[in-house]
C-alpha cells in the first residue's frame, strides 16, 4: 500500500477507474534541451516554447488537460488544436 501511495504523490500515476488493465497514457513536455515527464518539473523561462507530446495507450479519448503551476490549461487535442 505505501509503494501504491509514493506513486501517486510522484505524480507519474494513471489510475484507471473502470479497471481495463490495457490502458497506458504519458505525457512529457520539452523546452530547449530540458525535458520533463508526467508528474515532473519543467522550469521554463517566460517567453519560451514548451512542446508537450501524448502517448495514449488504450485510451480512447483525444482530449487531455495540462495542469502548470497550479493552473488549468485548456484541454489540448492531441491532433495538435486547441479544443
Given amino acids: 500500500m505505501h509503494?501504491?501511495?509514493?506513486?501517486v504523490r510522484s505524480g507519474r500515476a494513471?489510475?484507471?477507474?473502470e479497471g481495463t488493465r490495457n490502458r497506458l497514457p504519458d505525457l512529457s513536455a520539452r523546452a530547449?534541451?530540458?525535458q520533463a515527464v508526467m508528474g515532473g518539473t519543467l522550469p521554463v523561462p517566460e517567453g519560451e516554447t514548451v512542446r508537450f507530446?501524448?502517448?495514449r495507450n488504450?485510451?480512447?479519448s483525444r482530449?487531455?488537460?495540462?495542469?502548470?503551476a497550479r493552473a488549468h490549461?485548456?484541454?489540448l487535442d492531441l491532433t495538435?488544436?486547441?479544443a
Avoid: K, Y
Fill in 3 to 7: 509503494r501504491l501511495l509514493a506513486g
Fill in 14 to 17: 494513471f489510475i484507471d477507474v
Fill in 32 to 34: 530547449g534541451d530540458r
Fill in 53 to 55: 507530446f501524448a502517448e
Fill in 58 to 60: 488504450g485510451v480512447p
Fill in 63 to 68: 482530449i487531455i488537460q495540462v495542469i502548470v
Fill in 73 to 75: 490549461f485548456s484541454g
Fill in 80 to 82: 495538435g488544436r486547441a
